[in-house]
């Protein structure tokens, strides 16, 4: 178990993944009425084994959980919070948004049928929409239970996280409803998986999710961009200062990589998933990365089309 105190009232826990990115953070908030987890994990038993051990460091009794948060409901921080739940009976606070993808996603409820039609749209072959779809059902496995005692969060309100009461703010582009939490007071921001220091977060373009999420994740950045940061405490790697450097950063990596998908364009066509062999690794991948990968090809894709810079006819993607 890895147990970091990162201020007297906020400790940061972290917890492994069977992924390339093999490790996720979650946040623990004292405060007078009690404790507030900030996402949960992958429900696998090293990760529940690690909960288990933060709580009896700490002294957490089930009955001192006031709040199970979650950021977004990609199955690293979604996977545990039903067992979570289970464990203290404190309530699931979620976007609105979030809890629909994880009803759809992970639960299946009101699931579209051929919801999952984008990436044979995108020339994936046979053999790579099985892996994908076994993939998928993989992690279906270790997002149960779900939690069944939820609260829709809405951004543009406060909430009360321990000692400290944070401005919820929308952090789209990652996941559609993610959401972050920033304390103005301290000039300290939770932001999730939207903004890491090491890696790019994955912007991707998903069947069931909103459309531009590129564009709606630049435009995050620009807006942030103006908050006073003093520390940012991610869901994965090192911990953020500098914030208007990173951000820069960040946009920067993205008009490189529309530029490198601009340049792999033949005269008479290229498909998504030709786009994606050229500027990642495929044949390196995983069926887990391959969709990440993908999905992120088709959302800097759809980025360039909406520019005006791209067309798309039959599948293909030509010069505009």
């Not at 067992?83 to 948004?97: D, F, K």
């Not at 995050?220 to 908050?227: F, K, V």
């Not at 050229?278 to 990440?292: D, G, K, M, N, T």
Request: net charge negative; proline share 7%; hydrophobic share 45%.
């Amino acid at each position: 178990m890895t147990l970091t105190p990162i201020t007297p009232d906020i400790y940061q826990l972290r917890l492994p993944l069977p992924f390339a990115l093999n490790h996720v953070h979650c946040y623990l908030l004292a405060g007078s009425d009690g404790w507030t987890i900030i996402d949960a994990g992958l429900n696998i038993p090293p990760a529940r084994q690690d909960w288990q051990d933060a709580f009896a460091t700490l002294h957490i009794a089930p009955g001192d959980v006031q709040q199970i948060v979650l950021t977004h409901a990609h199955p690293d921080h979604y996977g545990l919070a039903g067992w979570l739940q289970e464990w203290s009976g404190a309530p699931v606070r979620i976007s609105a948004l979030e809890w629909r993808f994880a009803r759809q996603i992970w639960q299946q409820i009101d699931l579209p049928a051929h919801f999952d039609d984008l990436f044979e749209l995108a020339g994936a072959p046979p053999d790579v929409l099985q892996g994908i779809e076994a993939s998928n059902n993989k992690i279906r496995q270790v997002v149960r239970p779900h939690p069944t005692a939820v609260e829709l969060l809405q951004a543009g309100g406060a909430l009360q996280m321990g000692k400290r009461r944070f401005e919820v703010l929308p952090a789209p582009g990652h996941a559609d409803g993610q959401l972050i939490f920033y304390d103005a007071a301290d000039r300290l921001l939770l932001c999730a998986d939207h903004v890491l220091r090491e890696i790019s977060p994955n912007i991707s373009l998903w069947s069931l999710g909103e459309p531009q999420p590129l564009a709606r994740y630049l435009a995050s950045l620009r807006e942030l961009a103006g908050l006073e940061v003093r520390l940012a405490l991610p869901g994965h790697h090192s911990l953020i200062t500098g914030w208007p450097a990173r951000l820069a950063e960040l946009q920067a990596h993205h008009r490189q990589r529309l530029a490198d998908m601009l340049a792999v364009i033949e005269p008479a066509g290229t498909t998504g998933y030709q786009v994606c062999q050229q500027v990642f690794p495929a044949a390196e991948l995983s069926a887990h990365q391959i969709r990440f990968a993908l999905a992120e090809t088709l959302a800097h894709l759809e980025y360039l089309e909406d520019e005006g810079q791209l067309s798309l006819h039959d599948g293909r993607y030509f010069i505009a």
